[in-house]
């Protein structure tokens, strides 16, 4: 009997202690905890669902584009007011980067069924914003003329502002053909056509003597001008950059050079935007000189249209 009694001990202290407190009374013995795994019932984690993308109405898709020339119609305006060309490149990265911006706004937009097809156009011409620029800048890049002298900067940024206008342009010209008259786009993007500097299609007055030095003498030349470039005659004893005088005469015009002493040289230069300030063409220059001696005894009558029956012989010289 005492071996029986002595196993029921522990069971009994075993169905107790899982009733009772998480202390064990002393000589009771302590479950030892599971190695099994507990295998619960699988949760279900809620999943959001898609957002879809409403379709924009015509109306809408109008409002779309007219915000995104809205936006960068003052990055355009800037552009257009930069006061030399370290201004000007500052700001073009600054444009180029709101178009890039606003294309990216474009392409999140779901268009109107009927507009597929053109708003990934649309989208296409927003990309070809920045090589457009660049393929219109090419003349601002320039810094010499035709001429092999420094181009000043008011036409280069003159050509610059054009390029932008001519970029502009064509990107709203894309985005028309693309979209149809349902959809209007450009007259904020597109700015003005600049105004070219007086400078570029300079001229000097017809029969303006432009140099003189020395004493005047009785000798006289008549000019006639048939050509369809301004000339600048120069009178000399011996270097055109030393003239005695020099008069402007325009493109099928008539002048008269008086007062010129003793036997002398004819100089001529020819071409387009007049530099009144340096007495040079900036483009489209030339330069020659008559082969003779005009002398004092005479007044002599020149014509500058070429012909076959011509008299008078002439070279090409350096510029003067």
Avoid at 19 to 35: D, V
Avoid at 262 to 272: A, L, P, Q, R
Avoid at 286 to 298: G, L, M, V, W
Wanted: with cysteine.
């Amino acid at each position: 009997m005492a071996v029986r009694i002595g196993l029921l001990v522990p069971v009994v202290a075993l169905l107790l202690c899982a009733g009772c407190s998480s202390e064990p009374e002393q000589g009771a013995l302590t479950p030892r905890p599971s190695t099994s795994t507990a295998t619960s019932a699988p949760s279900a984690t809620p999943t959001a669902k898609p957002t879809t993308v409403p379709r924009l109405t015509v109306p809408q898709y109008q409002a779309a584009l007219t915000n995104s020339e809205r936006a960068l119609r003052p990055y355009v305006v800037r552009l257009m007011n930069s006061k030399s060309l370290a201004e000007f490149a500052v700001r073009r990265a600054q444009l180029e980067g709101a178009v890039r911006l606003q294309r990216q706004a474009l392409a999140k937009v779901v268009p109107p069924r009927t507009l597929d097809s053109a708003h990934q156009r649309v989208l296409a011409a927003f990309d070809s914003y920045p090589s457009r620029l660049d393929s219109q800048l090419e003349k601002a890049g320039e810094t010499k003329t035709s001429c092999g002298l420094t181009r000043p900067e008011t036409i280069r940024l003159y050509w610059a502002r054009s390029g932008v206008w001519g970029a502009a342009s064509a990107v709203a010209r894309d985005v028309g053909a693309a979209t149809g008259k349902s959809i209007k786009f450009g007259t904020q993007l597109v700015p003005p056509s600049p105004k070219p500097p007086a400078l570029l299609n300079a001229r000097g007055g017809n029969g303006k003597v432009i140099q003189r030095s020395g004493a005047r003498g009785p000798g006289r030349l008549q000019i006639t001008n048939n050509s369809s470039a301004d000339v600048v005659i120069v009178v000399t004893n011996s270097n055109p950059r030393k003239p005695q005088a020099s008069i402007y005469v325009r493109a099928n015009n008539s002048a008269t050079l008086r007062g010129i002493r003793g036997n002398y040289y004819v100089y001529f230069k020819s071409g387009s935007a007049w530099d009144a300030a340096n007495r040079r063409f900036l483009e489209n220059c030339s330069y020659e000189r008559y082969e003779q001696i005009f002398s004092k005894a005479f007044d002599w009558q020149i014509s500058l249209a070429r012909t076959p029956l011509g008299n008078a012989p002439t070279s090409e010289v350096d510029a003067f």
